[in-house]
């Protein structure tokens, strides 16, 4: 079955940096599109990144554009998010979904998150 | 970007009930590509529709999407207690992908 586990959440000073990653298992992760979405504490979703099955296209929210940067590994079949100059904003669970073959698809399955929090 | 606005932000209903959750867009949607996610407190969004009015896998036919262009609609036929919940809809046919605000169904 399809998984997905996010680590690397903690907490993390203002302008810091921290990397998340995903690790995946149960499907041909080569094949999909993999995204990143996040939730602030009480909020709702906000869709952040995705990388196509290649790496070779990637798109980002405009609040995380030249800050964040995805990357994935699909010899290790894991994902990973570059998140710099952090702020109080960015805190928030972040989410690791899959999506399917194209970058233009919604997100069928989710990890459970990880929480980041930016604080000092 | 595409702001999709979700109304209404709370719903109020029994269960039985027919619950009707409106998305509308500030731009036409590409393709229709458009999605409804079902969030429970402390889990992760579940998938339920893709594409306008495909069901994802599992997804029971109680659930039914409509729309095109910039108004879309979930509709849930018959009201399950396991169905108050929050939902949100998302475009993802032009980059960057987003999501309304959500829209809360509470039970009456």
């Known amino acids: 079955q399809v998984q997905l586990v996010e680590s690397g959440g903690g907490v993390v000073q203002p302008g810091r940096s921290l990397r998340l990653s995903c690790a995946a298992s149960g499907f041909t992760f080569s094949s999909y599109a993999m995204h990143w979405v996040r939730q602030a504490p009480g909020k709702g979703l906000e869709w952040v990144a995705v990388t196509s099955s290649d790496g070779n296209d990637r798109y980002y929210a405009d609040s995380v554009k030249g800050r964040f940067t995805i990357s994935r590994d699909n010899t290790k079949n894991t994902m990973s998010l570059q998140m710099n100059s952090l702020g109080a904003e960015d805190t928030a669970v972040y989410y690791c979904?899959?999506?399917?073959?194209?970058?233009?698809?919604?997100?069928?399955?989710w990890g459970q998150g990880t929480l980041v929090i930016v604080s000092s | 970007e595409i702001v999709l606005t979700q109304s209404p932000a709370t719903l109020s209903l029994s269960p039985g009930e027919r619950g009707t959750l409106s998305c509308g867009a500030s731009?036409?949607?590409?393709?229709?590509?458009l999605a409804w996610y079902q969030q429970k407190p402390g889990l992760a969004p579940r998938l339920l529709i893709y594409?306008?009015?495909n069901r994802a896998t599992g997804i029971p036919d109680r659930f039914s999407g409509s729309g095109s262009g910039t108004d879309f609609t979930l509709t849930i036929s018959r009201l399950e207690p396991e169905d108050f919940a929050v939902y949100y809809c998302?475009?993802?046919?032009?980059?960057?992908?987003?999501f309304g605000q959500g829209t809360k169904l509470e039970i009456k």
């Open positions: 979904a899959r999506g399917k073959g194209r970058v233009t698809a919604p997100q069928a399955y």
């Open positions: 594409d306008t009015s």
């Open positions: 998302q475009q993802y046919g032009t980059s960057p992908y987003t």
């Open positions: 731009q036409s949607v590409t393709s229709n590509y």
